[in-house]
Structure formats: C-alpha cells, structure tokens
Nanobody
Framework: QIQLVESGGGLVQAGGSLRLSCATS????????MGWFRQAPGKEREFVAA????????SYADSVKGRFTISRDNAKNTVYLQMNSLKPEDTAVYYC????????????????WGRGTQVTVSS
C-alpha cells in the first residue's frame, strides 16, 4: 500500500518552468514504478512520463520529450517532474501514479494515484 501527494503546480507563462513533486508514504517505495499523467478539461487522461523502480529507464510522451524530466529520490520517497519550456497545451491537472508492475504508458496499469495538482500555462 502506498499514498501519494502531489505539489508544485501553479500558474506560469509560456516558456517558463515548474517542478512537480510527488511525496509518497507506505512500504518499499523503491520497488514501485512511478508515473506522471495529466488531464485537461474535456479530454481523457494522458501519459506524460514514467520511471522504473531503479530509476534507469525513463519513458516520455512524444509531446513532452526534450522538455520534461522525470526523476526519483528513493531516500526521500519522492518522485519529481521537471517541466521546462512550458506551452499552453500543457495546461492540465497533473497526477502522480504508482504500480508494482512493469513500466507502462497506460493509466489503467497503475493502482495508486494522487489527487492531482493544477498546472496552468498562459500564453
């Protein structure tokens, strides 16, 4: 069992940066695959980035590749999403997710979710 709490969202101008954090509690954080998803109004939840339990196999959606970086600090039980060169189309609620299975880009593969943090990018 694991609990996740996102933070770091806010309002930023296009071209700016934000770093989201996902603080976790529970057992054996290092054994979980961690992912970030986002959902904009009127749209389905979409994959953003994911990282294996070892931290060595990051995966990114094409729309954020080269701009976003996912990382994890197992000592702090925290996963991060560094977002640079933000665009208005990045506006969404961002969710942290965790699973003990294989790294996946599908939301249904993740068993544990945070409540989300709002990111708004103005033009």
């Amino acid at each position: 069992q694991i609990q996740l709490v996102e933070s770091g969202g806010g309002l930023v101008q296009a071209g700016g940066s934000l770093r989201l954090s996902c603080a976790t509690s529970g057992r054996t954080f290092s054994n979980y695959v961690m992912g970030w998803f986002r959902q904009a109004p009127g749209k389905e939840r979409e994959f953003v980035a994911a990282l294996s339990w070892s931290g060595g196999r990051p995966s990114y959606a094409d729309s954020v590749k080269g701009r976003f970086t996912i990382s994890r600090d197992n000592a702090k039980n925290t996963v991060y999403l560094q977002m640079n060169s933000l665009k208005p189309e990045d506006t969404a609620v961002y969710y942290c997710a965790a699973d003990r299975g294989y790294l996946s880009q599908q939301s249904y593969a993740y068993d544990y979710w945070g409540r989300g943090t709002q990111v708004t990018v103005s033009s």
